[in-house]
């Protein structure tokens, strides 16, 4: 459990004491140096290091960490003033995708002044102020928790800007050492966990999926993620308990307008009826309510039903944020395995706010580049016992991953189909869409790896950030060409649906440094400033002009794919690969973007996603008996798809949920103000929903 740090004295003697203590902590390091060793595991397995060598207030860091094909690799040059607070940092390197670092940042007095890729500023500190680095190592966690640690109320405010704090969680002993716990709040939305030692020095960073921690205790990896995903799982059951509200009595939503996604219209005003988790009745907006009944006032906005994020990896802050965006269902595509059905109870069960989730099997082939989930297989039989183990467990599908034998797909296939399930997934390196179609392929996940056949060389390996980098290659690429319209035509022939994953793109190719990514355009100014300067950072390496204008070509290409797919009657299943559920508005502006109409749009993100999953019996549509998912939106999304952002109340399976609350918890600014609700006597607090545990996946996009 956590709990608030005790703030000492309000004097300086405190903070006096600690930055004593921290001299001798950088180093008896005046007579000599001190490296500290740390290792990174990402579910379960070795992926990189960070080194830092102290030399009195002085600090090197390399760190270079690679999984799934990418990775960062930086050096860290640091200069720790005598109040303990960081007066020179430098970084240099390549960020996750490749792109180019180069950060720096300097404290004179009062004036900071600091360099990195949203470029250049400074500020006039009234107060201590830390620097949070753009690109810091995990190592710098630790330097952020032990200056908190010394301010008096361990609060500070933080540059470029906001504010840091920490909170002390129940000390953690490895090999018989006990250690103090910290989360350090205010850098994005999720806190970040640290472990340090009486010293101050820092001994772990971690999260559920994800370790840093000192190389002598790397043996205890396992257990500091399952300490995360306890004490993770019991914040977000405490929020839930606080934004979720659970009626006994029928909600009657007055004046409102439903769309529905079978004939692409928007009703006349009416009254919808909510009563336990189903849609209990849709009445003429003036019919009278009956006694006991809760009363949300419409005002004569719109009911869309509960949108869908077709390419999911689910963890539990995602799943709270899926809420707050009106995503009421998702499909998970891949996962670590006990997580996921673990996750998927405590969510049904009501234990933590999240969709409803479809999953699917991920299924990887072992090489230096394999993605760290789901199974990995190092031969045809043992892919075949993970569909296997899949099947028993009632997935939707498997997905196949970068680094899989193209070979062994067409037996994979023929075992996924004998037992009633889908297959999509990448393209395999060294292969094609074309072969894998023919190989028993149901679907393509992401719209770069259906086109990276059309400009590859067969010996390119997309297991690494070409698969990204080389879509350079599409721009201005005439879809009418033979290579082109041989694919299209077997998937029109097939009906092979595809996942685009388009907003990832986007985020990809089209982020550059010190402008905001169009991808978050729309709602860059409601984040928390951690993430608004992420999102002024380019991704893909940029090394010219021509580079960018190559990566804008080639995003307007997968529009034009996106309008050509459609007209063909191939199925699009909007999907985002990312984590904060807003995303999967602005993918569904983009296939607006593309030429599809509007009303085609929202059916396509809600019942056009259930009728895929063969669910549309059940879900997809606004309807008397369904079960009640569904979206109160602030605005008309046929005439304005950004009103996709404005939700100001999400219902699922009955349960109320007023996003702004939500938002609030997590450092992002509401977008709408809840509706007015009246409460009878009886009802007037919402019945509680239990508290649970489970576990949080790594926040990253998996693409």
Not at 122 to 142: D, H, I, M, N
Not at 478 to 494: H, K, N, Q
Request: with cysteine; glycine share 10%; hydrophobic share 40%.
């Amino acid at each position: 459990m956590t709990k608030t740090l005790p703030s000492p004295r309000k004097t300086t003697l405190a903070r006096l004491r600690w930055i004593a203590c921290s001299a001798l902590a950088l180093g008896a390091a005046s007579l000599h140096a001190e490296t500290q060793r740390f290792t990174v595991i990402d579910h379960g397995e070795d992926v990189g290091h960070v080194i830092a060598k102290v030399d009195g207030n002085r600090i090197a860091i390399d760190h270079d960490v690679k999984s799934n094909g990418r990775g960062p690799t930086m050096r860290e040059a640091i200069v720790v003033g005598t109040d303990g607070l960081p007066e020179r940092w430098t970084l240099e390197g390549t960020s996750t995708f490749g792109n180019a670092v180069d950060e720096s940042f300097v404290r004179e007095g009062s004036t900071l002044r600091w360099n990195d890729s949203t470029g250049k500023g400074a500020l006039t500190a009234k107060a201590p102020t830390l620097y949070v680095a753009q690109e810091g190592s995990a190592f710098s966690l630790g330097l952020y928790a032990r200056a908190l640690l010394a301010d008096d109320d361990h609060t500070l405010a933080a540059a470029p800007g906001g504010v840091l704090s920490l909170e002390e969680e129940a000390p953690v002993t490895l090999e018989g050492t006990q250690y103090r716990a910290f989360l350090v709040k205010g850098i994005g939305m999720t806190p970040d966990a640290v472990l340090l030692d009486d010293a101050g020095s820092l001994v772990a960073s971690y999260s559920p999926s994800r370790v840093t921690l000192r190389e002598d205790l790397a043996g205890h990896a396992a257990q500091l993620s399952d300490i995360a995903a306890q004490r993770s799982a019991e914040r977000f059951a405490h929020i839930q308990d606080k934004v979720a509200h659970h009626y006994e009595a029928p909600i009657r939503i007055r004046d409102v307008r439903v769309f529905d996604p079978a004939t692409g219209t928007l009703g006349e005003p009416v009254s919808l009826l909510v009563f336990g988790e189903r849609i209990a009745a849709i009445e003429p907006f003036d019919s009278p309510a009956t006694p006991g009944e809760v009363l949300v006032e419409g005002k004569g906005r719109t009911v869309i039903p509960g949108l869908h994020d077709m390419h999911a990896h689910v963890s539990l802050q995602s799943a709270l944020l899926y809420i707050a965006s009106g995503v009421t269902s998702v499909r998970d595509m891949g996962n670590d395995n006990a997580f996921l059905i673990d996750l998927t109870d405590r969510i049904e069960a009501g234990e933590v706010a999240g969709p409803r989730i479809v999953r699917n099997g991920f299924l990887e082939g072992r090489s230096p580049y394999s993605s760290r989930n789901g199974f990995i297989a190092g031969s045809e039989a043992e892919a075949l016992d993970a569909v296997r183990w899949y099947g028993a467990r009632g997935y939707f599908q498997i997905k196949i991953y970068n680094s899989l034998d193209p070979a062994w797909v067409p037996a994979v296939a023929a075992e996924t189909k004998r037992l009633g399930m889908g297959l999509t997934g990448h393209i395999p390196a060294f292969t094609n869409a074309d072969k894998m179609i023919a190989a028993g392929y149901d679907e393509i996940t992401h719209v770069n790896q259906l086109m990276l056949g059309w400009v590859l060389d067969p010996k390119e390996d997309t297991r690494t950030p070409l698969r990204l980098t080389a879509m350079r290659r599409t721009a201005g690429l005439d879809l009418s060409t033979p290579r082109v319209t041989r694919t299209l035509d077997a998937m029109e022939r097939g009906k092979i649906a595809l996942d685009p994953t388009a907003v990832t793109l986007e985020l990809l190719m089209k982020s550059r440094d010190g402008i905001i990514s169009p991808a978050v355009a729309g709602y860059f100014d409601h984040l928390p400033v951690g993430v608004q300067r992420r999102r002024r950072q380019g991704i893909a390496p940029i090394e010219s002009p021509a580079d960018a204008a190559a990566y804008d070509g080639s995003f307007e290409t997968i529009k034009q794919l996106l309008r050509e797919l459609d007209q063909r009657g191939v199925t699009l299943l909007p999907g985002t690969d990312d984590a904060t559920g807003l995303s999967l508005h602005r993918e569904l502006q983009i296939y607006a973007e593309a030429g599809i109409p509007a009303a085609k749009v929202l059916s396509i993100g809600t019942l056009g996603a259930d009728r895929y999953m063969h669910r549309d019996q059940s879900y997809g549509s606004v309807e008397k008996g369904k079960f009640a998912d569904f979206v109160l939106l602030d605005g008309n999304p046929l005439e304005d798809m950004s009103a996709l952002d404005r939700m100001a109340m999400v219902v699922r399976g009955g349960t109320v949920y007023f996003p702004g609350e939500i938002w609030s918890e997590v450092g992002v600014s509401p977008f709408a103000d809840a509706p007015e609700i009246t409460v009878p006597a009886a009802e007037a607090k919402p019945v509680a929903l239990h508290a649970g545990d489970g576990a949080e996946t790594h926040e990253d996009f998996a693409f």
